[in-house]
């Protein structure tokens, strides 16, 4: 397959579907409403971070499977842990369900650990890109948790 349509395939994926839960949850989500702790980012942050870290993502996968570095287990937790990250919004934003996204979150923590450490065995940028998107996952379960602290 063509290299680029590689890269455009491995980040339209994950842009896509967080797009498609992105509307999907829209009218569910709460998050000015809810009590947040004073290092809560406002709303309008969420969507540009979540458009560079799925093109992060994708650029990244990109990198493995257009030098055919990606096997079934880099396929496995790549796609299970953007399944896990897909759920979080319904479960925090649809069925309201605070408590439970934090665990849910804290399981995404462990999928991309493990997704970091096989892509960077493969390729070292390939895992590195990936660092941002555990950053980010990091500080959003312990806003996860504050929120559902300050709102239970």
């Known amino acids: ?3 680029i349509l590689t890269y455009v395939k491995s980040i339209l994926l994950p ?3 967080g797009s498609i839960v992105g509307f999907i949850t829209f009218g ?3 998050y000015d409403y809810l009590i947040q702790p004073s290092f809560a980012p406002p ?3 969420f969507p540009i971070v979540w458009s560079i870290l799925y093109t992060l993502m994708g650029v990244s996968y ?3 499977k257009s030098n055919s570095l990606a096997d079934n ?3 496995n937790i790549y796609y299970l842990q953007l399944f896990v990250n897909l759920l979080w919004s319904i479960i925090f934003f649809i069925l309201k369900w605070r408590l439970f996204a ?3 979150i804290l399981l995404l923590i462990v999928l991309v650990i493990l997704m970091i450490v096989e892509f960077y065995k493969r390729n070292k940028i390939s895992g590195l890109l990936q660092i941002p998107y555990l950053i980010w996952i990091t500080f959003a379960s ?3 948790f504050s929120i559902y602290l300050l709102n239970k």
């Open 1 to 3: 397959m063509n290299t």
């Open 15 to 17: 842009v896509v579907l």
């Open 28 to 30: 569910s989500m709460d």
């Open 43 to 45: 709303a309008l942050l």
């Open 62 to 64: 990109g990198i493995l």
């Open 73 to 75: 287990k880099v396929n």
């Open 102 to 104: 934090f665990f849910w």
């Open 142 to 144: 312990i806003l996860n």
